[in-house]
């Protein structure tokens, strides 16, 4: 799947904030309900539901049902996607870079004529 650019900005805006990305280093081990994750800091149970709706948006997180529990489950996939779109602008960009410097290599040594 390819992102299109609604879905690219959900995600980097997602990864944009260190509580989010937090959140999905804990969850990535296991899965674990809002009031799990919610315990871990220092903030309101609606705050952390706030910040688990934009994960979820983003399509980085999903909520699983378990028996009585709602479970809130990384989704590798969209990160797979974000981590592929980089990917091809770190090439393009390395890339350019190596032809810009062969082609200052090339100015800064003169022509050798014998």
């Known amino acids: 799947m390819t992102l299109n650019e609604q879905q690219l900005d959900r995600v980097f805006q997602a990864l944009s904030d260190t509580t989010r990305r937090n959140i999905l280093l804990r ?7 809002v009031n799990a994750i919610a315990g871990e800091y ?7 539901s706030k910040h688990l709706k934009v994960l979820e948006n983003a399509g980085l997180i999903s909520r ?40 200052l290599e090339q100015k800064a040594t003169p022509d050798k004529k014998e």
């Open 27 to 33: 969850i990535r081990e296991q899965d674990q309900t």
């Open 64 to 103: 699983i049902k378990q028996g009585r529990k709602r479970l809130c489950h990384v989704e590798p996939k969209m990160l797979d996607d974000a981590l592929a779109w980089l990917e091809f602008y770190q090439s393009f960009w390395n890339e350019r870079l190596d032809n810009l410097k062969e082609l």
């Open 42 to 48: 220092k903030m309101s149970l609606p705050a952390v």
